[in-house]
């Protein structure tokens, strides 16, 4: 067990382009979540999945922000039509029903 | 609704200093309380974690309490290095079906050597 891993580590891109963040979570947890941490702020939660089950998900979470989980293993975060506005910190954390999150380093993305 | 406040917003101390950093909740229905620190650019590095039933953890020369009536927790750490300088930040895991994390903005730590 490596932990909580995330690909990429970084993501430079410009306006307008789509981009995708995948989170590998720890084999066993069924619980999966996503934050977003802005310059300067704590993180700030975006959605949850339970298995392959999109449980809630945050106002944060413009129509441009999609989430899945298939299958209740990896998770992809995608965004669409990128802003300025997104430039973030995106985190990933599992957990299992009986235990704490445990994080992942994160994906930087950077907006041009 | 949950939130979470930490103060001071920043601190910077001398090496050797011991010092304490303060978290407030405003809702007691919490399932734990972590602390965790941030280098810049960096992920989440957890540091301590307290459950709900418990009172304080403590990790070399961290201690950190939790007062769930008086929604504060404090992150005492003795005898500060430069190293230790960092971003710290506090969240509490609200006592619900998703167990979310609820954070606060963080103090940025800087000790001078």
């Known amino acids: 067990d490596t932990g909580v891993s995330q690909d990429p580590r970084h993501k430079i891109t410009k306006r307008g382009q789509n981009v995708t963040f995948r989170c590998d979570p720890i084999?066993?947890?069924?619980?999966l979540y996503w934050y977003r941490q802005t310059l300067g702020q704590g993180p700030e939660f975006l959605t949850y999945?339970?298995?392959?089950?999109?449980?809630?998900k945050s106002r944060l979470l413009s129509d441009r922000f999609s989430a899945e989980r298939p299958k209740g293993s990896f998770s992809t975060l995608e965004i669409q039509r990128t802003e300025q506005g997104d430039s973030a910190m995106y985190l990933c954390?599992?957990?299992?029903?009986?235990?704490?999150?445990?994080f992942g380093p994160g994906t930087r993305l950077t907006v041009l | 609704k949950q939130e979470v406040t930490q103060i001071p917003a920043a601190l910077s101390v001398p090496e050797g200093e011991n010092l304490v950093l303060n978290c407030s909740f405003t809702?007691?229905?919490?399932?734990?309380l972590q602390w965790f620190r941030q280098d810049p650019g960096k992920g989440l590095t957890s540091l301590l974690l307290?459950?709900?039933?418990?009172r304080e953890q403590t990790s070399g020369r961290l201690n950190a309490s939790l007062d769930k009536s008086s929604g504060r927790s404090t992150l005492y750490i003795a005898a500060s290095q430069p190293g230790d300088s960092a971003t710290y930040l506090c969240?509490?895991?609200?006592?619900?079906?998703?167990?979310?994390?609820?954070f606060g903005t963080g103090t940025r730590l800087k000790v001078l050597a």
């Open positions: 999945f339970q298995n392959e089950a999109q449980l809630e």
């Open positions: 954390a599992s957990s299992s029903i009986s235990d704490t999150q445990y």
């Open positions: 969240a509490v895991e609200i006592d619900s079906g998703t167990y979310k994390y609820i």
């Open positions: 809702d007691s229905a919490i399932y734990n």
């Open positions: 084999s066993e947890h069924n619980r």
């Open positions: 307290i459950q709900s039933s418990q």
